[in-house]
């Protein structure tokens, strides 16, 4: 699959405990990439000042919070999160079609300019077919997650968060306006650590991948500006081949 690769398509994740930290290592990062991801463990930490920091330094803010709860909850949870300005958010695909559905008003009534873009979060990365019948779901992957993203494309979401084992099976039945941002990135496969179903970057932009995500080979790296360059020099030579 032939997607254009720049490094405003790496999204950096800043899953780190503490503020002063991930602002660091986001300033190291300004002049690498345009896009950090915002999870759970750091918003609580520094929530909305720490987000309006980010944004003041001139980040675009993938807030990763996978928002899953009754519609009402969700439009709230989303209008107050385009209110803050990020670009992108996610919720829970399996939270049905109202549900879907609420988070895209939410964001179109709290967004001052441009609403964010919102993500349906298909299956996590950490979770492969062997653990799905205990969770009474289907025991296959692809399976489920093309239902999952179906379910986000009839609620007109903007994309999805799928492994980059799915992202090629969602890109032909969804086009190429469906976005696609691919977590469980690894420099190599020997780093999958507690992800199950990962990819190297030139894996996930092959696949049909518009993002992939980077999380611990970046920000535990002693030059995350090198760890960005490589991922790059290694994309762009994969589309020569």
């Known amino acids: 699959m032939n997607r254009k690769v720049s490094a405003s398509k790496i999204i950096v994740a800043l899953d780190l405990p503490d503020v002063d930290l991930a602002l660091r290592v986001a300033s190291d990062l300004r002049h690498s990439v345009q896009i950090v991801k915002i999870g759970p463990e750091l918003w609580m930490q520094g929530g909305k000042d720490f987000t309006a920091r980010l944004v003041d330094i001139g980040f675009e803010i993938f807030l990763d919070l996978k928002f899953h709860d009754i519609p009402t909850t969700v439009y709230r949870a989303c209008r107050a999160s385009a209110a803050l300005g990020v670009s992108m958010l996610t919720v829970h695909a399996l939270g049905g079609a109202a549900m879907l559905q609420a988070a895209l008003e939410g964001v179109q009534e709290g967004a001052k300019k441009r ?31 093309k239902k999952l993203a179906q379910s986000a494309w009839e609620a007109k979401l903007d994309g999805v968060v799928a492994s980059a084992q799915e992202a090629s099976a969602i890109r032909k039945t969804f086009g190429k306006r469906f976005l696609i941002v691919t ?16 990819a190297t970057p030139q894996e996930a932009f092959q696949a049909g991948a518009d993002y992939i995500v980077v999380g611990r080979p970046v920000i535990e790296a002693k030059r995350p500006q090198e760890v960005i360059k490589r991922i790059m020099d290694a994309a762009l030579d994969s589309r020569k081949k």
């Open 115 to 145: 609403p964010p873009r919102v993500l349906g979060v298909t299956l996590l990365t950490s979770l492969n077919a062997d653990q799905l019948p205990l969770l009474g779901m289907d025991p296959s992957v692809d399976r489920l997650v």
């Open 183 to 198: 977590p469980g990135i690894r420099l190599t496969r020997a780093e999958s650590q507690d992800q199950k179903r990962v």
